[in-house]
């Protein structure tokens, strides 16, 4: 297989490829509202933090330890507490979705127990939030104010836990969520609207044109490639300013890594459309494919959203097969801990091998013949 490539017929080649990306309204629409969308949409819209979460407290005697509480859980942020005159009317409320806990705090005439949450498992991420707040905010109550056997065990009494949490010292999901958006930005850009290109010119009837001029096929997929490459790199201009002015998630590696591993993953992506484009032939067919085997196992499977060690192993192996995959645990990673080389030549790595992989396959499949 011959990779000819000329200058001159390359560079007509990207003028009737940018001309007709210009024209094209629609896929020009899509790549640069759409990931704006996309930016807004999770940015602000996807969130695992829990913030006013409202916890009804029953007690039945005006106590110290009742205050103590109260005033404990009224200084976060993420819980909001409400006084409850007994246990039936906030077990009512809970019911009615009117709040999303109980904290029931006994008597201190009574046997000494522990105070009991109760709170609506209907949401677990959210649920388990407020037990984890709760809790947080019950340990590190006095122990001249509040007997601690009455909170926690009598051997974890006795043992102190100093907190730190590294690269994400706030504890904001955002930080989480903001770097894997683009990835799914890219993804977009990249396979879904390269898979439309050939198959476009294919139902037209203007790709056969090609063949009687002396332009390779290693032409034709570097003119397809440039023009969108360009628009993603806008897209990605876009992702890093609202990652750091709108959404004030830091950048700790390096931004020319940043970058250089972004192009990389754009072009797999394109290429990967490419292939899709030439393989069907058929825009609707290529956009459905498109869809399925780039952007949802983006979105699903490559650790933007959930953590793929949490998953069955079937799920982690195929996860490893995901371009997305790799190019998500190094941005990530690049965002917020820095430049962790062996897992940035690791990945950049396989999506090199990915990229190879696929310019073979799609220059296989654009070879000059009329089926």
């Given at each position: 297989m011959k990779f000819e490539l000329s200058t001159t017929r390359l560079l007509a080649l990207l003028k009737k490829e940018f001309a007709q990306m210009v024209r094209d309204r629609s896929s020009l629409s899509v790549g640069l509202l759409l990931p704006v969308i996309l930016i807004l949409l999770f940015g602000y819209g996807l969130s695992f933090d829990v913030k006013n979460a409202t916890i009804a407290v029953v007690s039945s005697e005006d106590s110290k330890l009742k205050h103590e509480i109260i005033a404990r859980l009224d200084a976060s942020n993420y819980i909001q507490p409400t006084l409850s005159t007994s246990q039936q009317e906030a077990t009512k409320r809970l019911i009615n979705h009117d709040i999303d806990g109980i904290l029931i705090i006994p008597d201190e005439s009574s046997v000494p127990s522990s105070p009991l949450l109760i709170v609506n498992g209907v949401d677990t991420t959210l649920a388990n939030a407020i037990i984890s707040y709760i809790n947080a905010a019950l340990a590190t109550m006095s122990k001249s104010e509040i007997d601690h056997q009455a909170l926690v065990t009598e051997n974890s009494a006795k043992i102190e836990v100093s907190q730190r949490m590294w690269f994400n010292e706030t504890a904001n999901s955002r930080?989480?969520?903001?770097?894997?958006?683009?990835?799914?930005?890219?993804?977009?850009?990249?396979?879904?609207l390269s898979s439309l290109l050939i198959a476009?010119?294919?139902?037209?009837?203007?790709?056969?044109?090609?063949?009687?001029?002396?332009?390779?096929?290693?032409?034709?997929?570097?003119?397809?490639?440039?023009?969108?490459?360009?628009?993603g790199g806008v897209n990605l201009t876009l992702c890093l300013l609202a990652s750091h002015f709108l959404f004030e998630v830091p950048i700790r590696g390096s931004l020319f890594i940043i970058v250089v591993a972004a192009l990389l993953y754009l072009a797999v992506s394109l290429l990967l459309g490419?292939?899709?484009?030439?393989?069907?032939?058929?825009?609707?067919?290529?956009?459905?494919?498109?869809?399925?085997?780039?952007?949802?196992?983006?979105?699903?499977?490559?650790?933007?959203?959930?953590?793929?060690?949490?998953?069955?192993?079937v799920i982690q192996i195929?996860?490893?097969?995901?371009?997305?995959?790799?190019?998500?645990?190094?941005?990530?990673?690049?965002?917020?801990?820095?430049?962790?080389?062996?897992?940035?030549?690791?990945?950049?790595?396989?999506?090199?091998?990915?990229?190879?992989?696929?310019?073979?396959?799609?220059?296989?499949?654009?070879?000059?013949?009329?089926?």
């Open positions: 930080w989480y969520l903001v770097p894997g958006l683009l990835v799914l930005v890219l993804t977009l850009i990249g396979a879904f476009r010119e294919w139902e037209r009837g203007t790709f056969e044109a090609v063949f009687v001029t002396p332009v390779s096929t290693l032409e034709i997929i570097i003119a397809k490639l440039l023009p969108y490459l360009a628009l490419l292939y899709i484009s030439a393989a069907t032939k058929n825009q609707f067919q290529a956009s459905q494919i498109a869809l399925l085997t780039s952007f949802l196992p983006a979105m699903m499977l490559s650790g933007f959203v959930f953590d793929l060690r949490n998953v069955p192993v195929f996860s490893q097969l995901l371009p997305a995959t790799h190019f998500m645990g190094s941005i990530k990673s690049l965002f917020l801990s820095g430049n962790h080389w062996p897992t940035i030549f690791e990945d950049l790595g396989i999506l090199f091998i990915y990229g190879l992989i696929l310019l073979y396959l799609t220059h296989r499949k654009l070879r000059k013949s009329i089926e």
